[in-house]
């Protein structure tokens, strides 16, 4: 079976770094792109940008870059989203999603919350 | 970069259709076949209903149709479902490796 398992919620305070995972399994996990999706309470889904593990290639949306970093690590089929000063405004949930056709969104991870409060 | 526009909400009875529009731009919509469809239940990840304005994955009902006229694309649901009560959002490419989603719209069965 095709899924990504995300790393667990998380709690942290104002100006904390954080690095949240997603692990892919039953496919190749070099195969296809990764991206982040936000979600912030109550709100629509944002993306955030993407990664291609087979080499690591990367590329942001433009209202998300320089506020995120985005990795994989595909030695242990693992992608990555991290913080180094987390804000109260990052407050969401945050999805990963393969695309294995150009620019859609076909398996999704269960999510992740991260709650940034002091 | 805009969100694309939907209607925040939309509604119909069992058995009827819906149609929730997706309105973008030239350079979204407009420019590439590259519309999908995402259904979000509360509490749940979205799931993919429809890629490439028209395609279904497998799995997915018929019920659930795409198509897209100029700089608005569309999702039809026929046959409505009470299953089908959801968050409903459009995405697409916008060009130099950026992707776009609509700010959704929640779907009522009556």
């Known amino acids: 079976e095709v899924q990504l398992v995300q790393s667990g919620a998380e709690v942290k305070k104002p100006g904390e770094s954080l690095r949240i995972s997603c692990k892919g399994s039953g496919y190749s996990f070099t195969s296809y792109w990764i991206s982040w999706v936000r979600q912030m309470p109550g709100k629509g889904l944002e993306w955030m940008g993407r990664?291609?593990?087979?080499?690591?290639?990367?590329n942001y949306s433009p209202s998300f870059q320089g506020h995120v970093t985005i990795s994989a690590d595909k030695s242990i089929s693992t992608a990555y989203l991290q913080w180094s000063s987390l804000k109260a405004s990052d407050t969401a949930m945050y999805y990963c999603?393969?695309?294995?056709?150009?620019?859609?969104?076909?398996?999704w991870g269960q999510g992740t919350m991260v709650t940034v409060s002091s | 970069q805009s969100a694309l526009t939907q209607p925040p909400s939309a509604s119909g009875s069992p058995g009827q259709s819906v149609t929730i529009s997706c309105t973008g731009a030239s350079s979204d919509v407009g420019g590439y076949n590259y519309v999908s469809w995402y259904q979000q239940h509360p509490g749940k990840a979205p799931q993919l209903m429809i890629y490439e304005v028209t395609k279904r994955p497998s799995g997915v009902p018929d019920r659930f149709s795409g198509s897209k006229s100029g700089n608005t694309a569309s999702l039809t649901v026929s046959g409505l479902q009470a299953e089908d009560e959801a968050d409903y959002y459009c995405?697409?490419?916008?060009?130099?490796?950026?992707?776009?989603f609509g700010g959704g719209t929640k779907l009522t069965v009556l």
């Open positions: 999603a393969t695309s294995s056709s150009a620019w859609d969104f076909d398996i």
């Open positions: 995405s697409s490419y916008a060009g130099s490796n950026n992707v776009v």
């Open positions: 990664t291609d593990p087979s080499d690591s290639y990367i």
